[in-house]
Structure formats: structure tokens, C-alpha cells
T-cell receptor, first 116, second 115 residues
Framework: EAQVTQNPRYLITVTGKKLTVTCSQN?????MSWYRQDPGLGLRQIYY???????DKGDVPEGYKVSRKEKRNFPLILESPSPNQTSLYFC???????????????FGPGTRLTVL | KQEVTQIPAALSVPEGENLVLNCSFT??????LQWFRQDPGKGLTSLLL?????REQTSGRLNASLDKSSGRSTLYIAASQPGDSATYLC??????????????FGPGTSLSVIP
């Protein structure tokens, strides 16, 4: 089944404790992206990647890191989480990226992160 | 900077009604516009993707239109059903070489279809 998977789905942690949220897709998509969703602020893009070893900042990259060593995986890293990073996080992927009619984005199920 | 708005913020209709959701964007230099639905506590499901060169897309009871020059897209839902109750989001995809955000989402329209 074609899908985007995220792990963990739920995470409660404490300020300053490094964590990684994994994202994996099995559709051979080049483009992958991370978003956070907050009440009243909607979905905002954190980082995106056009292909392996190519990443760029989205709207709200502060406090996050990403890497794209393999095409299928795009982990989100919080080196020193803070309470303002409590949010619902989504990973998404699409074929190639912008500029093709196939670049429909597919979303993972979400990771609900709470930082105490 | 590109901004995306959606009207109305919330909508409640009786089952069977036809309805229109609106999405507006401030900069017409977009590549595509995508409509999603999101169920409470769940991820996003893609509904329709409209290329910038297209004017509309249809899938079942859904029809989405795009008018780039006026910065508007509409999602038309025919014969609404209680299962259509969800939040509907539009997102614009920006050209690769822009210096600002790649993908911008609207705040969403919360739809409730009453049986």
C-alpha cells in the first residue's frame, strides 16, 4: 500500500531532551516536507527536500533540523525541544515537487508532540 | 508574501445541500492549488489538485475551480452527506525559485453536514 508513515504517533518529552520523528514513504517520491499544525495558525511548512541531500527552509524552521540521506526517509530532529514546539506534526511527500501535474502531496497520519 | 484565506471559517448545512467553499490567495504566481480534507485528529487527505494552467478539476461529487488572475479557487460539493463533515483546507504550491514559503495553507473551513 502506498503510504507515508511517521513514528512515533504520540510523544511526550521534556525541555531540552533531543528527539527525532521519523518519516518514510514507499512511493519513490523525490519531494518530502514537514509541517506543523497549531490552533489558530493552521499548517505551516518547517522544512522541505527536493531530493536526496537537498533540503531547504520553509516558513518556521527555527529549532528544527532535517536530513535526507535516503530518498524514502526524511527525519525531523529537535535538538533541544522547547514547550513552544508542542504541536501536531505532519510529514508529506510528492512526486518530483512543484511544476509537474503529478505533484499531489500525500500526508502521513501525524505525530502529536508535547514538550513539558 | 503570499497569504491564503478561506471563507467561511465554519459552515453547517442540512444533508443534500449543494455548497461552495472559497479559497483566496494574494499572489497569482502559483504553480498549483490543492484541496484537502482533514478529519478530527487525523491526517490530510488530498481531494483535488489543479495545475496553474487548468481552470477546474472534478472528482465524483467534488468540483474545484481556479481563477489565477483573481486569486480565487472554489470547491463545490454536490448533494452533501454527513460523511462530508470535516475541515477543508486549500494549499498553494509556489515556484521553486521563490525566496519565500514553498507551500502555504489556508486556515480551513470546518464543514458540518446535518442528517
Amino acid at each position: 500500500e502506498a503510504q507515508v508513515t511517521q513514528n512515533p504517533r504520540y510523544l511526550i518529552t521534556v525541555t531540552g531532551k533531543k528527539l527525532t520523528v521519523t518519516c518514510s514513504q514507499n512511493m519513490n517520491h523525490e519531494y518530502m516536507s514537514w509541517y506543523r499544525q497549531d490552533p489558530g495558525l493552521g499548517l505551516r511548512q518547517i522544512y522541505y527536500s527536493m531530493n536526496v541531500e537537498v533540503t531547504d527552509k520553509g516558513d518556521v524552521p527555527e529549532g528544527y533540523k532535517v536530513s535526507r540521506k535516503e530518498k524514502r526517509n526524511f527525519p525531523l530532529i529537535l535538538e533541544s525541544p522547547s514547550p513552544n514546539q508542542t504541536s501536531l506534526y505532519f510529514c508529506a511527500s510528492s512526486f518530483q515537487g512543484v511544476a509537474t501535474f503529478l505533484n499531489e502531496q500525500f500526508f502521513g497520519p501525524g505525530t502529536r508532540l508535547t514538550v513539558l | 508574501k503570499q497569504e491564503v484565506t478561506q471563507i467561511p471559517a465554519a459552515l453547517s448545512v442540512p444533508e443534500g445541500e449543494n455548497l461552495v467553499l472559497n479559497c483566496s490567495f494574494t499572489d497569482s504566481a502559483i504553480y498549483n492549488l490543492q484541496w484537502f480534507r482533514q478529519d478530527p485528529g487525523k491526517g490530510l487527505t488530498s481531494l483535488l489538485l489543479i495545475q496553474s494552467s487548468q481552470r477546474e478539476q472534478t472528482s465524483g461529487r467534488l468540483n474545484a475551480s481556479l481563477d489565477k488572475s483573481s486569486g480565487r479557487s472554489t470547491l463545490y460539493i454536490a448533494a452533501s452527506q454527513p460523511g462530508d463533515s470535516a475541515t477543508y483546507l486549500c494549499a498553494v504550491l509556489l515556484p521553486v525559485k521563490t525566496s519565500y514559503d514553498k507551500v502555504i495553507f489556508g486556515p480551513g473551513t470546518s464543514l458540518s453536514v446535518i442528517p
